[in-house]
């Protein structure tokens, strides 16, 4: 504590001001002052060190935007009395790191707990964007407990092809199914996808990065409000201005992670996804935070808490808006406001304002109803996600809220068995095996079959890829089949409208049931008893399990090898397994 009782000691103060090592002091200070800064500022001014994590550069352009954000997040933290230290994140770019982005979440995570835990900083403001940069940077700073705050970069604007809206992602199906069915050429089709990429910002869709966002906004790890603002808005700059005032008042207060990230924080969040058809990447990196957090949460609480909530959110891909619509409607508070007056959210819960949700959004409503619905008048009933188990995994979540009219009827509305369907499994080995014989004749793929992908989780990919969602063969695409039940230990991006059964726990590479399927085999889902079955005896699956043999895993980069050996299970947030006992580490450095 500091002299006047309230502000607690500054962790800088055992890097710039520790009379006990004159020595290591001088150091500290010598080189922090060599591009400007002074003693006054450093030492003598008692200022906290607020670290900016800077996740935008070239090579993550859905993040860039906070290259420039942070001049505002800068005079905000200069304005409250803090002096601002801007540093790199390991990059994480969605749509351009090979084989796949989420092999370097956990890598910008322990990036993130070095640098806030070896530097100096009092508070960090959490730049976030880009799927998986929201849950990295709150998980690093969950396991440093330093206080704490997200700013979002926010989605880009409404992408427009043909006059309609041109979603991130969505499109990308959309345009493949039409390009499939040889409706449109390759040249129309990039024109297409590039279309909904019409400013900086992350996706403009309720995928994975606004799903995040609104997540950590719904935590209450961010101000109101700061999810969903576009981009290129004013807005964007006023946010990043707040959330650096905020941030040196939280140092004051010694507002931390662990006030803020706690269980009735996370079943508001898991609420939340429901309502806003959140993105299926949600259950992993929310579940992961949790852990990091050293909170108890499970995949079947999504489906124990979440199941029964209605979709609010009328955004792509469950609905027909975007991120723009969706914050000019209210955004993140407009649907806490909806949540709260139902009473599906625990109103106690304390956000970095330090203030609870009760209070929060007891009078923010949504400005137009057909983007964010009431509770009372939703787009659908019980939208939340549906937690499977059976002999082909432990778990595997289906996102229900994109469900189609038209697989409803093709797959659940049959009346001697509702809810429930059978067919054949076709059984790909990874994405290029699926690229190489999806339309392969000799398969006889028809409407009774249903796609399996596996070898693309955690440990098998590494990382586990984004391809769960397959689309049929070309020849059925023509007939209007566009969509066949999909099934995997891999994830599917959070811009895909597809109802796949994914994120299965354990994965095929270290033994789960999946990779005891063969092409050929029944397979019987029940949503009803949320069950996934293949359709063999106990003996043929003993058999089977008995002489199945681990895949022999190339790794191509240290890292991936490091990943491979240390990472755990989607069900349980895929995180480096060891550093989760990594908790609220002692951060004094030994100084009193
Ligand atoms: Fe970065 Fe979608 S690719 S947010
Ligand atoms: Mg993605």
Redesign the pocket.
Known sequence: MSKDGKTPKLRSRAWFDNPDNPGMTALYLERMMNFGLTLEELQKSGKPIIGIAQTGSDLSPCNRHHIDLANRIRDGIRDAGGIPIEFPVHPIQ?TTKRPTAALDRNLAYLGLVECLYGYMFDGVVLTTGC?KTTPAMIMGAATVDLPAIVLSGGPMLNGYYNGGLAGSGTVVWFARQELAAGRIDYDQFLEMVAASAPSVGHCNTM??ALSMNSMAEALGMALPGCAAIPGPYRERGQMAYYTGRRIVEMVHEDLRPSKILTREAFENAIVAASALGAST?CPPHVNAIARHAGVPLEVRDWDRIGYEIPLLVNCMPAGQYLGEDFHRAGGVPAVMHELLKAGKLNAGAITVTGRPIGELYADTPSSNHDVIRTYDDPMLHEAGFAVLSGNLFESAVMKTSVISPEFRQRYLENPADPEAFEGRAIVFEGPEDYHHRINDPSLKIDADCMLFIRGVGPVGYPGAA?VVNMLPPDALVRQGITMLPCIGDGRQ??TSGSPSILNASPESAVGGGLALLQTGDRVRIDLNKRSANILISDEEFARRKAAWRPPELVSQTPWQELHRRTVGQLQDGGCLDFAVSYQRIDQTHGVP
């Open positions: 969605e799927d995928g994975t990447n984004e991006s959070g």
